[in-house]
């Protein structure tokens, strides 16, 4: 496997659990919102997530593996 294989790879990689973990922030915010100094966490929470979607985005721009299997990190 050369660079721009893996590469490609990686950033299926990305795009995939870049999409989990922006769920989860926004799951997360839905559960504190209401609990008491949960307000500004669930808003720093739905933030993040959304630059997190704008992140996965660009990513989805660029050559990639659609349905990887298993993880490669380096």
């Not at 769920?23 to 559960?31: C, H, N």
Request: glycine share 6%.
């Amino acid at each position: 496997m050369d660079d721009f294989e893996k590469l490609r790879y990686l950033i299926g990689h990305w795009i995939e659990h870049g999409r989990e973990h922006a769920i989860a922030y926004e799951e997360w915010a839905k559960k504190i919102q209401q609990l008491d100094g949960g307000t500004e966490m669930a808003s720093a929470l739905r933030d993040a997530a959304k630059k997190l979607y704008e992140s996965v985005e660009c990513l989805m721009t660029l050559p990639h593996e659609h349905n990887h299997q298993g993880h490669y990190h380096e």
